[in-house]
C-alpha cells in the first residue's frame, strides 16, 4: 500500500511540477493530474489477504471475496505480467490472489495449506495439482534461503 501511495504521490507531484514550471497550471488541470493519480493508486491497491481455519478472503477497495480452502475444486496460476492465483470453492466463490502474497506469509501459507490438503484428502480438489506443487515447491525454497540468511550460510 505504500508503494501505491508513493507512486501516485510522485507522479502528481511530476505533474504539477511540469505544469507550473510551464506556467500553464489552472485548478481544473491540477484536479485533472490529481484524479490521474487517484487512479494510479487504486490499480495499483494491492488486495489484503487473511486466512482461517478453511478459508481465505481478499479484500479490496470495496469489495471482499472469500473461498473455503478445504472445499476447494480449483486451483489456477495465471501467467502474464505479474503472475496470479486463481482459486475456486464448490460454492463458486473465486479469489484471485498474487502467489507472493503466501510466499511472504508463512503462516497464511501453513492455513492456505492445511485447507488444501483437506479439499485434496476429500476429492473436491479436480484441478491444480501441478499449480499447487510448484508452488510448494517455491515455498520450500524460500523458506530454505530464508534459514540460510537467518544462520549466516548465505
Known amino acids: 500500500m505504500r508503494d501505491a501511495v508513493r507512486c501516485a504521490g510522485v507522479l502528481l507531484t511530476l505533474l504539477l511540477l511540469i505544469d507550473w514550471g510551464a506556467g500553464r497550471f489552472t485548478f481544473w488541470r491540477g484536479l485533472l493530474w490529481l484524479a490521474l493519480a487517484v487512479l494510479l493508486f487504486v490499480v495499483l491497491l494491492p488486495a489484503r489477504v487473511s486466512a ?12 471482499e471475496r472469500r473461498v473455503r480452502t478445504d472445499l476447494l475444486v480449483s486451483v489456477r496460476c495465471l501467467d502474464g505480467v505479474s503472475q496470479r492465483l486463481v482459486l475456486r470453492d464448490a460454492f463458486g466463490a473465486r479469489v484471485v490472489i498474487d502467489p507472493v502474497v503466501l510466499v511472504n506469509n508463512p503462516a497464511l501459507w501453513h492455513r492456505f495449506e492445511a485447507g488444501v490438503r483437506k479439499a485434496a484428502a476429500d476429492g473436491l480438489l479436480l484441478c491444480g495439482q501441478t499449480a499447487l506443487r510448484h508452488l510448494t515447491a517455491r515455498m520450500d525454497r524460500e523458506t530454505a534461503l530464508a534459514v540460510f540468511r537467518a544462520s549466516g550460510l548465505e
Not at 481455519?53 to 469489495?63: G, M, P, Q, Y
Open 52 to 63: 482461517g481455519d478453511d478459508w481465505l478472503t481478499a479484500r479490496w477497495l470495496l469489495r
